[in-house]
């Protein structure tokens, strides 16, 4: 995809307003109304603002990976988290090979970063300590202001990027392209059946590469189904290892 396809979405309809009216995005609407909602409170507590900033890129993050059948462990720091939405996005630094965009990307986790670290020393999610010390209301504004650029790209991203499909809905080219990456991914692994890839990181990166081929997200148990429905119809080649 050129450059200007890749921002494509942000000059076409639908907005991102309209775009997270789905039910899909409900945990969303609801980070970004408490977001919105402690901006305007009188107080105007830094902390609070700065815990909700966390919870929105947080919530675009898990909602986005659950939509794109990508496991991640519940209870891993956002950094993690949002490492494997920007790859699975191809939104990271690794999956780029223009230097700027590199650069543009490396620029996303920065402030992923930063708004995970402020939260974590000014936030309102930990009880103080003697030497506590709030952070300015006009930073935690702009924590607020990024997460929101962060939640609303990934989400406009997914949107202009994907689309889900079960394994009978594939197309001959799409799975001549599966048997492909299981070719090449089997051969790193040294993998000759696909019948123990379940939970595996081999079928993690066979779906995750599919999915930056094709721009199709098909679910991991779909992807081992197909991958063994080939295989049993003689139709699955086995990779040619090095010897």
Known sequence: MTTVGQFAFMTEPPSLE????????RSVRTAA??????????????????????????????????????????????TDISKLLLKALDLHPST???????ALCQGAINMINGIASLRNAHGDAHGPGQEARALPFRDAELCAYMSCVLAGYCVQAYESKVSRKQRADLSATETATLVEIWLRVAKKHGITNPDNLPYSEPLEEIAQQFTQVTKIVLPRRDTYLKLVQLRKASQLPKPEMDT
């Open 18 to 25: 309209e775009v997270l009216r789905n039910d899909s995005y």
């Open 33 to 78: 109304a408490r977001l919105r909602e402690r901006l305007k409170a009188d107080t105007q507590a830094s902390d609070g603002v700065l815990t909700a900033s966390r919870t929105l890129v947080e919530t675009v993050c898990k909602t986005l990976l659950d939509l794109m059948d990508v496991e991640y462990d519940d209870k891993a720091g956002l």
């Open 96 to 102: 780029r090979t223009e230097q700027a965009l590199k």
